[in-house]
Nanobody, 124 residues
Framework: VQLQASGGGLVQAGGSLSLSCAAS????????MGWFRQAPGQEREFVAS????????YYADSVKGRFTISRDNAKNAVYLQMNSLKPEDTAVYYC??????????????????WGQGTQVTVSS
C-alpha cells in the first residue's frame, strides 16, 4: 500500500492542526491504521491508531484528550486532529498501515507501510 500524508505546518502553542493520510493499492478498510511521530534525535513513537472497523482506538498518554484519530474507508483516508498543541508535539508525523488485515491495533513492529512524513512545528 502507498500512503501519502499531508497537513503539517507551523502553529503556535495552543493551536490546532489536522493531518490527512491518503492510501492506495489495497483494501484499505481491512487494515488498522496509525500515526507515529519522530522528533529530532529521538526514536519514532506511537501516537494513535484506529482499527480496520473503526471500533477500537488507542492513544499515547501524551496526546490523550488532545488528539483524535478518525478514518473514512470510503475515501481510503485516515486523519489526525490535533488540538491544544504543545512545543513537545513538534516532530515529523508518519501515517502507517498494519502489515496484516483485521487487527485491532498497531505498534511499530506491526507496520507494513509508512507514509513519507509531514512536519509539525509548534512554537512557544
Amino acid at each position: 500500500v502507498q500512503l501519502q500524508a499531508s497537513g503539517g505546518g507551523l502553529v503556535q502553542a495552543g493551536g490546532s492542526l489536522s493531518l490527512s493520510c491518503a492510501a492506495s493499492g489495497r483494501t484499505f478498510s481491512s487494515y488498522t491504521m496509525g500515526w507515529f511521530r519522530q522528533a529530532p534525535g529521538q526514536e519514532r513513537e506511537f501516537v494513535a491508531s484506529m482499527s480496520w472497523s473503526g471500533g477500537s482506538t488507542y492513544y499515547a498518554d501524551s496526546v490523550k484528550g488532545r488528539f483524535t484519530i478518525s478514518r473514512d474507508n470510503a475515501k481510503n483516508a485516515v486523519y489526525l486532529q490535533m488540538n491544544s498543541l504543545k512545543p513537545e508535539d513538534t516532530a515529523v508525523y508518519y501515517c502507517a498501515s498494519h502489515k496484516n488485515p483485521l487487527r485491532s491495533r498497531i505498534t511499530k513492529i506491526d507496520v507494513g507501510s509508512w507514509g513519507q512524513g509531514t512536519q509539525v512545528t509548534v512554537s512557544s
